[in-house]
């Protein structure tokens, strides 16, 4: 089993900055990629930037030029540095692990328990 933790959450004025980090442990030679994504209320959840297994990225359209995704050597801790942060943004944000064999569209990923960003006007 893996076990994915997010933090680094909070409340932020528009146009401030935040910074989440995720850590996924266990048996992380389950997993070969991790992303993030977030959920408003009322609205489905979204992706909002991952690695795929080759270490290349996806972004949403809406956080690209102001979002930035980043990994450790492990490959099993990411960090999402969220710039010129906008009312928009706001959700819970949630870090997922993809498992070795799956695409990111099957449903089994490992996700963590979410963090919630607020961003006010």
């Known amino acids: 089993q893996v076990q994915v933790v997010e933090s680094g959450g909070g409340l932020v004025q528009a146009g401030g900055s935040l910074r989440l980090s995720c850590a996924a442990s266990?048996?992380?030679?389950?997993?070969?990629?991790m992303g993030w994504y977030r959920q408003a209320p009322g609205k489905q959840r979204e992706l909002v930037a991952r690695?795929?297994?080759?270490?290349?990225?996806n972004y949403a359209d809406n956080v690209k030029g102001r979002f930035t995704i980043s990994r450790d050597g492990t490959k099993n801790t990411v960090t999402l540095q969220m710039n010129s942060l906008k009312p928009d943004d706001t959700a819970v944000y949630y870090c997922?692990?993809?498992?070795?064999?799956?695409?990111?569209?099957?449903?089994?990923?490992?996700w963590g328990q979410g963090t919630q960003v607020t961003v006010s006007s």
């Open positions: 997922a692990a993809k498992r070795r064999g799956s695409t990111w569209y099957a449903q089994n990923h490992y």
């Open positions: 266990g048996s992380t030679f389950i997993i070969n990629a």
């Open positions: 690695f795929n297994s080759d270490g290349s990225t």
